[in-house]
């Protein structure tokens, strides 16, 4: 089977669906996102090898982001693989869209700067194992993937989205992960943030037309509304300059999605991560594998996953990238008729 691939030249989900989908709410403090992780922070950890950086020294990576790590694989089910769609069973290969400018630890370049590696690539691999299909790794973007998987030219796409509204009017889903987002902070810190009440008058960092920057700016109008100081909301271009200014204390918090921040955080020593917000807040919504509607392939793609969550095969790559607190009990299909 391939194992890698080498570099080429709307309205949220409610808490009833997320109940039904077995999503586990974790009590401790961490978060995570859906869509886009903001550039600030993204591949940080790959791109500085460990070594020292702006806002301090950096611990040994925890994490292997060699080229050459062990892959982590499922065991196939003749059951599951009869309840594909007949194209998808007679081609034997499951061609995965993820994306190729992504950040650690969802996917990215390894050390090599050749081999891509991550935790969208490593659930897609051992749901592709389940279901008795080849591993094909295909390389898009986050503005083409919807296109590209209408066009027919992926079976799925792995790309942290979540599921809304608007996406399934066109799309259907095999949820995979919850959807959180956190607070990166100085680990000297004598403040908590997580939510509203916490930010008053504290300058956070935010990348700039983001779904998180959407959710402070909604908290700031909550804040003034009460007559409460509103949060400071500051935009940096690169991952050095947020690093940098929360390293020398000008700004308090830097709110993004929790799979970069966690790893971020699990190879530093100067940093923590805090709070746990929902990327659909006020609501809920979930990360999800990600079909054409009417593909016939979101039913069995949740079985498989509800497989590899069985056979332990889906925690083991949630603890290597760092990703346990956005675990799921179960997986199911989601459908603009069943969403």
Known sequence: ??????????????????????????????????????????????????????????????????????????????????????????????????????????????????????????IARIVADKLGLEFELKLTTWENWPLKLEAGEFDVVHANVGINAERLQKFDFASYRAAFMSFLTRKDAD???????????????????????????????ELEAAGTAPAELKNYSTDADTLLALGSGRIDGYFSPFASLSFVAARREDVEVQGTVNAGWPDETLVAATFPAGSGLAEPYAAALNAVIADGTYAQVLERWQLTEEALTQSRAHTQENP
């Open 191 to 221: 403040f908590w943030l997580e939510d509203a009440e916490s930010i008053s008058g504290r300058i956070i960092a935010v990348g700039n037309a983001t779904n998180q920057e959407r959710i402070l700016t909604d908290w700031n109008a």
């Open 1 to 122: 089977m391939t194992s890698t691939v080498r570099r080429p030249g709307g309205s949220p989900l409610s808490r009833r669906t997320l109940t039904a989908a077995g999503l586990l709410l974790p009590l401790g403090a961490l978060a995570a996102c859906s869509d886009p992780v903001p550039e600030a922070v993204a591949g940080s950890a790959a791109s500085d090898g460990g070594g020292a950086s702006d806002a301090g020294g950096a611990s040994p990576g925890a994490v292997d982001t060699s080229g050459t790590q062990e892959l982590i694989r499922s065991s196939p089910d003749e059951g599951l693989a009869a309840t594909l769609p007949a194209e998808l069973a007679e081609s034997g290969v499951l061609r995965v869209g993820i994306n190729g400018s992504g950040a650690a630890p969802l996917s990215f370049l390894a050390d090599d700067n050749q081999t891509y590696i991550g935790s969208e690539i490593d």
